[in-house]
């Protein structure tokens, strides 16, 4: 029977020759992912069973980055008590302040996930490793920890969506608009349970950072994960940083899709989701003609979605010798210690703080409303960000316009949501 | 702890949506204390909830119920305030897997979602997946936990069942 991609990959980590969708296969896994908001529920269920020992240290990541550096007391306690885990089982991947990044920026960069993995995290965004040709989907703390104690998971095989991509996008163009056009088609639950399988010759003008991007908010709109083909640019980006050996999985050409949904990236224009779902997209352009000046009191450039060494140089390429606009909080949070390395490295933290923005160590932070950028009753913020619901960012009354970093930073200068158009 | 095959109680009902966010917002997260996130739980779209919720009752939902982040909390401080079963015209996945995992009962029925009104009461038998509106005598049949799932729950949980 043909299988898609993803199929291939749950159908090797069963065991079985071949899964279709709507079966329940039991699977082993390569990576368990958790962090300090997750981890701690994980290691309590972990203990409350009863069980002593994890499968595998060296299959198990810890990363505390959602409220680091520690915001408030029961932080400090929840990442203490991670820490004594840590040591206590030899975790193999435990990455504390100082060492950490936003846990999706870092999994690929340290080569803790390549193609054909299985992998699963206590984080709703852990399909972003989808980009890379693995299958990774995000679960809950109890199957972290039942995860963490057998190396196994279950699960229900996903039907599939095939998304074809094609043409090549214009110059301010990039992943976040791509993803954010894909969510605004089908809506937050339009691929709800099942696969994204990403094809098409408009790939090749993808980079990896943007293949990163459009994978993480596979879940946005409900999706099980988001795959993509392993090709060129995945290789490139895998030589330095996995060195065992990979498989790269392939679908069948004759396997079934539920619908197929057609992208032509070069009709597509910088798009910006407006509260309070995702799916409520604007493109730059209606933004101007329907809405005119929206004004911001903030901008976010960074998190699990846009925190990548090329977001920071979109950004900072835009802010260079210029100020940021009067009463505007920029906020630039590169998404690892290598991005925060390579921002000082290549001068790009000078053009930040030059630019009059908040340049921060790598943490979620304001993403979900932690610390580090909440928002007060009223205000307004452009953000690189995943999510806009209700009090995602702070007050409910706050509202987040999700963006691309280009966006973002020019929207930090003008004061209003605006693309390059406006300068 | 097993979770018991009936449920009664009055309904509470939402829109689509409701997103994790809202269901218990992260500024709760740094506690996994039961009563600590019952406390704050569906506080940022009803802030009353807490307050008006009894043992037993129900939410009855519309789409994509529990979107948004893997947060077990959701689910969590869903059953910690007492509420017997969620049910919505269909689930966000990684809501419905924790939901189970931690023995939330949960009924996927567009037709009972539409249908059932707030503040009705309702009598559920998980095994048969039978929904009764008492207040209507309206009644749903509903696909009850295959097996695996009800072995899940039978066993108190995800981690007792392994």
Known sequence: MAMTATQKILAAHAGLREVHAGQLINATLDLVLSNDITAPVAVNEFHKAGFERVFDPSKVVFVLDHFTPNKDIKSAQNCKQLRIFAKEHGIGHFYDVGAMGIEHVLLPEKGLAAPGDLIIGADSHTCTYGALGAFSTGVGSTDAAAGIATGNAWFKVPSAIKVVLTGKPNEDVSGKDVILHLIGLIGVDGARYRSLEFFGDGIQYLSMDDRLCIANMAIECGAKNGIFPVDDVTKTYLKERVSRPYTAYEADADAEYDETIEINLSTLRPTASFPHLPSNTHTIDEIKTQFGKIAIDQAVIGSCTNGRMEDMRIAAAILKNKKTAPGVRVIVIPGSQEVYLGCVREGLAEIFVSAGAAFSTPTCGPCLGGHMGILADGEKCVSTTNRNFVGRMGHTESEVYLASPAVAAYSALRGYICGKEEF | ?162
């Open chain 2, 1 to 162: 702890m097993a979770i018991r095959f009936e449920a009664r109680g009055s309904v509470h009902k939402f829109g689509d949506n409701i997103d994790t966010d809202v269901i218990i917002p992260a500024r709760y997260l740094n506690s996994f204390s039961e009563a600590e996130l019952a406390s704050h739980c569906m506080e940022d779209i009803d802030k009353e909830f807490k307050n008006n919720v009894k043992p037993g009752d129900v939410i009855v939902a519309g789409k994509n119920f529990g979107c948004g982040s893997s947060r077990e909390h959701a689910p969590i401080s869903i059953k910690a305030s007492g509420i017997s079963c969620v049910i919505a015209e269909s689930f966000a996945r990684i809501f419905y897997r924790n939901a189970i995992n931690i023995g939330l009962p949960i009924i996927e029925s567009a037709e009972a979602a539409k249908r059932i009104a707030a503040g009705e009461e309702l009598e559920i038998d998980f095994k048969t997946g039978k929904i009764k509106n008492l207040s209507t005598n309206e009644e749903f049949l509903t696909e009850p936990f295959p097996e695996f799932i009800r072995k899940i729950i039978e066993k108190g949980g995800l981690l007792a069942s392994l």
